[in-house]
């Protein structure tokens, strides 16, 4: 040390009698995690910027994506391409959801989605918003099967071990269709309570009337169609799970659809609020309100899906419909909605002697005909007969009633006053 050179004691010491260079020493174990949350603070940032922002970073996400979600599926799921900042959601573009021999079950031509990518690493699947635009959805079961194409490709090829009750399922928070188009198509089926000719005949029958029924030749028997055409809809809360979960859930707060259950006139459905629940092949719903163009009501019941033929048991109240609302139905009904309007309570149940329509506190007016009171019936394969009819018509036009049938009555012109008709079941 130079002579000149100041001793280390004499250095004008910091406030508190602490050297300087006592800052120098080595870093404490609060510093090194104060610097290493830093660091990954920026890692992470960096890495959110390198994901969300650039074609690769989009590009690794969607792989990663499709091969957790693919991975649970019985098919292929395809992609052409991703884009916005998956942050926040990311719009998919060119999306294909196949078969194991590539016969698509979905083909559309965009979709928003908003996700947690997390779930899809085990557990359920949770989808916080979901927007599809120019779908085309196609669902059929061929003859001979026992299941429908979508239950085969969301069956997981590699079932987790674990109990049904704790199996993986999907949540749709919020989901918005626009433009989505569905075809189903079942096997054309004849009445299993006919007898073997009987059935023959029936199956005849259809396929001779190319007027009313859309029929399709396949390798082991027909199928038959029913076209779904949804303009635009909003479902919340779509549940899907196993049955030992709760099967599958949803709500429908609104939409609008053309739906086919034959050719043309098709059933105007312009406004729908409903509840539906599916499990164990039996489907229960309750809708608060259904808006056709001139018509409107609620409705409850369940449809068993189980069986070779779909049963019934539902309720339906309308305070207000026209007739020509009802012609996907009955198409011999007048297409003028001032020709035919009316309430009605409305039951419709599947019973062993055959299916009972009956109407309550019925009101219908036509032309010259003012109806009021209850029908029923009960339709069997090759039977019908009326039950608890008690009917007051005044005035009665015949003209009106015989507009209804598909065939003309045995009688003509005008009843003067009114008509009154009573049957016991």
Not at 103 to 116: C, K
Not at 262 to 289: K, N, T
Not at 320 to 345: C, H, K, M, N, V
Request: glycine share 10%.
């Amino acid at each position: 040390m130079s002579p000149n050179e100041p001793e280390a004691d004499d250095l004008p010491q910091p406030a508190g009698g602490r050297r300087r260079d006592d800052r120098r020493r080595v870093r404490g174990p609060a510093q090194w995690v104060l610097i290493g949350v830093s660091v990954g603070i920026g890692v992470g940032f960096a890495v959110v910027l390198l994901l969300s922002q650039t074609a690769w970073g989009r590009g690794q996400v969607l792989t990663f994506t499709l091969a957790q979600f693919g991975g649970r599926l019985n098919g292929d799921l395809t992609v052409e391409r991703l884009e916005g900042n998956l942050v926040t959601g990311a719009r998919l573009y060119g999306i294909t959801l196949t078969d194991t021999v590539g016969v698509p079950l979905a083909e559309v031509d965009s979709a928003y989605i908003q996700y947690r990518l997390a779930s899809f690493l085990g557990g359920d699947i949770v989808i916080n918003r979901l927007e599809a635009y120019d779908a085309d959805i196609n669902i059929f079961r061929m003859p001979g099967d026992t299941l429908w194409n979508y239950e085969e490709i969301l069956e997981d090829p590699t079932p987790d071990p674990a109990p049904p009750e704790t199996a993986g399922a999907t949540l749709i928070e919020r989901m918005l269709l626009f433009d989505v188009y569905v075809t189903m198509r079942a096997p054309l089926e004849a009445d299993s309570r006919l007898s073997a000719e009987a059935q023959e005949e029936q199956i005849r029958e259809i396929l001779a009337d190319t007027a009313r029924y859309m029929i399709e030749e396949v390798p082991g028997g027909h199928l038959q169609t029913t076209l779904i055409d949804v303009n635009d809809g909003a479902v919340s809360e779509l549940f899907i799970g196993p049955d030992e979960r709760g099967g599958t859930y949803l709500e429908v707060t609104e939409g609008t659809a053309d739906i086919r259950l034959w050719r043309d006139p098709p059933l105007e459905v312009r406004d729908v609020q409903a509840r539906l629940h599916l499990q164990e092949g039996v489907l229960s719903y309750q809708a608060p309100e259904i808006v056709l163009p001139n018509s409107r009501g609620e409705s409850v019941g369940t449809v068993d899906l189980r069986g070779d033929r779909l049963l019934y048991d539902l309720v339906i109240t309308s305070p207000e419909f026209a007739l020509a609302d009802l012609r996907w139905l009955y198409p011999w009904l007048p297409e003028d909605p001032e020709q035919g309007t009316g309430s009605a309570w409305l039951r419709v149940e599947d019973r062993e002697e055959g299916l009972l329509v009956l109407a309550r506190e019925l009101v219908l007016d036509m032309p010259g005909t003012h109806i009021t009171g209850t029908f029923g019936l009960i339709a069997a394969p090759e039977t019908f007969r009326f039950v608890d009819v008690e009917l007051e018509a005044e005035p009665l036009r015949v003209e009106s009633v015989e507009q209804l049938l598909p065939a003309d009555l045995p009688v003509e012109g005008l009843v003067i006053g009114g008509a009154e008709i009573r049957g016991a079941s």
